[in-house]
């Protein structure tokens, strides 16, 4: 390989990892107060550790590369300058080493002191629920018949903080939006808390990031942090009962429904279906995605997972069911009409 | 001694993947369609002498398998069981821990019970629950009497625990009566 063709090589590939550190999902650009502050210490911490490390290196490299001295001397005479110089070099040293530590940790405990004052005007407390392999979103509320329960998309007002309550109900999961927040864990039997705070409207992914059985990687879900107005008014629809049929498809679609296996697991608000073990889908259409974050929404993704879940998602909690052809579309139509 | 040292790593190798892939987890069924419709009779008796008994081809795949155990595991708390039947204790329904089967001890009997009723309040579940859950279902109700083998049924739950494991539980049919 020619010198050209190697640093271009070189500079595509930097600019292929670069490429990795913007984005929905990203640690290195941050889009709320919590995540700036880890994102400045992620880079503190880097260029400072870069830093000693050349320093380090240089060192090494010039002692290797050093000619060595012709010593004329009796090796047993101990020569007093020398061992004075070498002593103040450890010695300086050692102290450069202890300062650079305590520096970092005191700079990691502002940082968290930071982190822990950012909640403390929390508007909105939501209870996240980790499932094998899906999160369940309810919305706390002093007036019960405001409390709303959804699945895998959590919305949140822009610009306000947001307290999360994380639980578990089976094994330990891990709640991260790199672009918000630092990760948590939803462990069973227990209640942490993490403050969410978006400063922009826009959509953030986020990844169960503690291995928690075979369908972990396909555990994401999206935070969409949107302007005071607009959320109010997503949560208002989110409220209401799901939709009548309109058509006589969908009227088909939701008998079946009713009288097959769904109702043993899903929810929708307005129909006897009121089983809660799996994703409440009372306006499931209104989602951008199925079985978190595994599949966009639209009719076809949708088909293809209620035809064979395990095909898509295996060894997920929803087996594959006795359905067909008609039976199938049926369903599909009434769920997509789940506003 | 050259290859016997390349002998005994490869063993050391083997040894450990020998044990990965214990068993299958079959989490499609197959076909993907259909349900067992075989009828189970409700009793043993039966005129003309002893016949061979029924066995559905599905029985031994779900039996022993730790997978599908669990799963009936999972389930048994999913769809509600333990409202009628506490944590095999009995309640509403009868004891699942005993050695007394109103309607048969075998998985085709409990598969049966399960999926069409039985007419003192027991629900039929057809249609509601999918035929391999169902099978899972009746696994794990063999194993709350001691049924299922130690090496395959669940062990120690994460909640508080009604009863020993089912992997701990002993067997009803010869508790406390000499071999
Ligand atoms: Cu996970």
Redesign the interface.
Known sequence: MTKAAGRIAGAVLLAFILSGCSGVQSALDPKGPAAGELARLIWFFTVLCTIIWVLVMGVVAGILLRRRQRRLHDPLRVDQDEERTISRVVISAVGATALVLVGLTLLSFFANRTLAGIGEDAVLTIRLTGHQWWWEVRYENAEPNRILTTANEIHIPAGEAVRLLLESD?VIHSFWVPSLHGKLDLV??MVNTLTLRADRPGIYRGQCAEFCGAQHAHMATLVVAQPRAEFDAWYDEQLKSAVEPSSEEQRTGRDTFL???C???HRIQGTPAGAI?GPDLTHVASRQTIAAGTLRFSRGNLAAWIA?P??IK????M????L?GDQLNAIVAYLESLK | MKTRVLLLMLLCVAIPVAGCEREERNTRPDPALGSSEQGVPVTTLAPGGERPSLSDTKAAEFENNAYHLSEGKRLFDWFNCSGCHANGGGGMGPALMDDKWIYGGSIESIHATIRDGRPNGMPSFRDRIPDDQIWELAAFVRALSGNASKAAAPSRNDDMMAHPSENRLPNATTLGKSP
């Open positions: 089976d069973p039997g009288n097959g296996p109702v043993m697991c073990t064979d395990q095909g295996p060894g997920s909690k087996p594959v069911m006795d067909d």
